[in-house]
């Protein structure tokens, strides 16, 4: 639900897995064949995960980061992983970029000019959720483009500031 401002977007889990769902359908409708996946960690590892069992294709996971500061509400300086994670072999052929947004379009950026730097990948397109106005970066499929630009609230989000003694009392209720 976006507030009435336009400024935070509150998802819920079953919209996650709609919108999740509709970008597999979009993929899809673009009859584009691809080999394998790749998700940024975290916010790909979602969606990712989906797409991967839907298509039935390897998931390979790279970890990115760039949200610190205030809860992860502030962003800093972007860090890629040096290695990806892949079941066997090496990323490779036609591959799938996934992540769950396309916020200032930094990290989906640099992360796409670093991958067409390896000459395995023959072919790559990048697929979010959700892409910001604001974002310098426009993926090839995305669900939602956001004019507002909004914050937007992941159902995930609870289990940023719960600890395993807050688990604990939430479970015995």
């Given at each position: ?9 509150y998802v819920s889990w079953d919209e996650y897995h709609l919108l999740t769902e509709r ?151």
């Open positions: 639900m976006l507030t009435d401002d336009g400024k935070h977007l970008l597999a359908l979009k993929v899809h409708a673009s009859g584009w064949e691809f080999d394998q996946i790749l998700c940024l960690a975290r916010g790909g590892m979602r969606p990712g995960d989906v797409l991967s069992r839907v298509f039935d294709k390897p998931l390979g996971i790279m970890s990115t980061s760039s949200y610190r500061a205030e809860a992860g509400t502030i962003q800093g300086r972007l860090d890629m992983a040096k290695y990806i994670t892949l079941p066997k072999g090496e990323l490779a052929g036609r591959v799938l970029l996934v992540d769950d947004l396309a916020d200032s379009g930094v990290t989906l950026k640099a992360v796409v000019e670093r991958l067409r730097g390896l000459p395995s990948i023959t072919e790559l397109r990048s697929a979010v959720i959700w892409t910001k106005s604001v974002s310098t970066y426009t993926p090839d499929y995305y669900v939602e483009m956001l004019a507002t630009s909004p914050w937007i609230h992941q159902p995930f989000e609870e289990y940023d500031n719960l600890r395993p003694d807050g688990l604990a009392k939430k479970l015995s209720v």
